[in-house]
């Protein structure tokens, strides 16, 4: 009993952490009519939507599928790298970075097993840090593709098209630096050259339900037009949780309830800090024309997404900070918490090499924010 609570604390630190900065902040500025106020029920509203669509795919294995379409058609390493690589970059784009880790990191060791021992571990670590990346830089394109853009695209105030001509950029970027490491990686490796060596032994598991896929994907586009302004959130939510309930209501169970718990609890604490006027100005002083590079740093030791929600509500130049939290989401291994997703699946299968994951990972995200950092500066 005890070793599951302290499990579950470890994996709720941040919302641990948020919560006792709501509770530390309410001591400063008790309880009034402006608390509502703080809490920003559209987005709330449209990240529980969205989670609960990816969970409902998710159920009906959606991506796995989409994973075997892939593989069938690869006939080499480099090949299959860029399909156990690309998968995360792309997916990212509109299932969230969370959602693609959890999905293709296990996806990918089933696909190295079948290679081989010695190719599993020569390939496992390299191949999960690069996806890990390419799910953290493939999600800044788009607002939905993590919970911080949703957020700051929110609260911008941009159009769809503004977002994407602000990330593109990196994103391109991005997907040249996955390119060449991949080639750098594949140089001397080819363990496969046909077309059924890269398919795992169960490819031919996982039925799918066309008509919940069907509706899940209705759904998504309903979602889809309350980001883009044309749906009003009230009418999102209502339909989603009445179509999920009334046909998949075992899909709620999966909704990462702890994310929005955490979303909440940051809005009181940062609705507090913004009405205590020395600290608001002594952090709208430090903050003012260096949003990318705060939001960096402070993405290294909070991650991204409560960096986000904190730099918020001190600057209103809200597209810098959409650069600079998605740029802050590599660096540190909590620089994005969805990182800890792959770090998690490697601890479990491969105990014994965390320490090489660790260094290889770090190492890795260092190289992309230099290079990406550079680009900004550049752009600036």
């Not at 919302?15 to 106020?37: C, E, K, R, T, W």
């Amino acid at each position: 009993m005890r070793t599951k609570i302290k499990q579950k604390l470890r994996q709720e630190t941040v919302l641990i952490i948020a919560v006792l900065l709501a509770i530390f902040s309410a001591f400063i500025i008790p309880p009034d009519a402006q608390y509502p106020g703080y809490i920003d029920f559209r987005t709330l509203a449209i990240l529980f939507s969205l989670m609960t669509v990816m969970a409902g795919l998710q159920r009906q294995n959606v991506f796995y599928h989409i994973g075997q379409v892939l593989l069938k058609r690869t006939k080499n390493t480099p090949g299959l790298l860029f399909v156990l690589v690309g998968l995360c970059f792309f997916c990212s784009m509109l299932i969230t970075n969370d959602v693609s880790l959890i999905t293709f990191v296990p996806f990918a060791f089933i696909v190295l097993h079948s290679l081989g021992d010695k190719a599993f571990r020569q390939l496992a670590i390299p191949v999960v840090c690069m996806q890990t990346i390419a799910a953290n830089l493939g999600s800044m394109l788009t607002p939905i593709g993590n919970p911080q853009n949703l957020y700051l695209y929110g609260k911008s105030g941009m159009s769809m098209g503004a977002f994407l001509r602000l990330m593109l950029p990196y994103t391109l970027i991005s997907l040249l630096l996955l390119a060449a490491w991949i080639l750098f990686l594949c140089r001397k490796m080819n363990f496969g050259d046909s077309q059924s060596t890269f398919l795992p032994e169960d490819s031919a598991v996982h039925p799918m339900n066309r008509s919940r896929i069907l509706m899940y994907a209705a759904l998504f586009a309903v979602c889809l037009m309350t980001v883009v302004r044309i749906l009003s959130y009230p009418v999102m939510l209502l339909t989603v949780l009445l179509a999920v309930l009334i046909t998949d209501r075992h899909t709620l169970r999966q909704v990462d309830y702890s994310l929005l718990l955490t979303f909440a609890a940051f809005f009181v604490f940062i609705g507090n800090l913004g009405r205590i006027p020395a600290f608001s100005e002594w952090i709208q002083s430090i903050i003012a024309g260096h949003e990318v590079p705060v939001a960096i740093l402070a993405s290294q030791i909070t991650s991204n997404v409560p960096a986000a929600l904190l730099l918020s509500g001190f600057t209103s130049d809200v597209q810098a900070l959409i650069i600079g939290t998605n740029l802050g989401g590599l660096g540190t291994l909590i620089a994005s918490m969805a990182s800890l997703i792959s770090y998690r699946q490697i601890a479990t299968r491969m105990p014994d090499r965390k320490g090489a994951y660790f260094a290889a990972f770090t190492i890795s995200n260092v190289l992309f924010l230099a290079v990406l950092t550079g680009i900004w500066i550049l752009i600036r």
